[in-house]
């Protein structure tokens, strides 16, 4: 290549020296928005912060201790359903009907298979009767079913089957009343 077209370009391995203004540069200290805090500062706010704390414990109201009674309580409510109460067993499904069914309310109480024939008087433990009366209902919506002219009327709420106690008062004769206790064989 002729030199002529290379003549802009500087020579390998020389170095060119130029006259090169070196920048002005400023020097500040910039003062920091907040100050560092010293490890005395810090355990001062440390300590203000544990005294609030302390005085907020003071005055937070503290739940009474729970009464020694309540646990006999419970036992009173457990003794109490399994209190015997005489009634009779109606089944309102079917006429001289059955059921069996297994309960177990309270700990320590063993699961008892029950088996109960519509309209026999038995012994039952009050618990067991009070689950037969809340349990064993349904909901019915009667009305028509004429879909183009629907009556709408309010539900109405039926027992399967109910327990009618009829102890109230009298001296019942336990030996000529069922206790209700499924056969072994029967399962």
């Known amino acids: 290549m002729p030199p002529s077209l290379w003549s802009n370009r500087m020579p390998e391995n020389k170095t060119v020296e130029k006259n090169i203004e070196k920048p002005q540069i400023e020097t ?3 003062k920091p928005k907040y100050k560092q805090p010293t490890m005395k500062s ?5 300590q203000a ?7 907020k414990e003071k005055v937070k109201i503290k739940a009474p201790p729970a009464p020694e009674n ?12 399994r209190e015997l ?5 109606r089944n309102h499904d079917v006429e001289g009907g059955h ?14 298979k029950f088996m109960l024939i519509d309209g026999h008087r038995y012994a039952l433990p009050r618990g067991v009767a009070t689950h037969l009366r809340d349990s064993g209902k349904f909901v019915s919506y009667p009305g028509s079913t004429d879909l ?3 009556v709408r009327r309010s539900a109405v709420i039926s027992n399967r089957y109910s327990f009618e106690r009829d102890d109230f008062g009298e001296d019942v004769d336990m030996s000529k009343i069922s206790r209700g206790y499924a056969p072994k064989n029967a399962r």
């Open 42 to 46: 810090l355990l001062e706010k440390i």
């Open 49 to 55: 912060l544990e005294s609030k704390l302390e005085e």
């Open 148 to 150: 183009e002219n629907p």
């Open 99 to 112: 059921i069996k069914f297994d309960f177990h309310k309270w700990d320590g109480d063993p699961v008892e």
């Open 85 to 89: 109460v005489v009634g009779t067993f």
């Open 70 to 81: 309540t646990v006999t309580k419970m036992e009173r409510l457990r003794l109490r359903d």
């Open 28 to 30: 500040k200290t910039i």
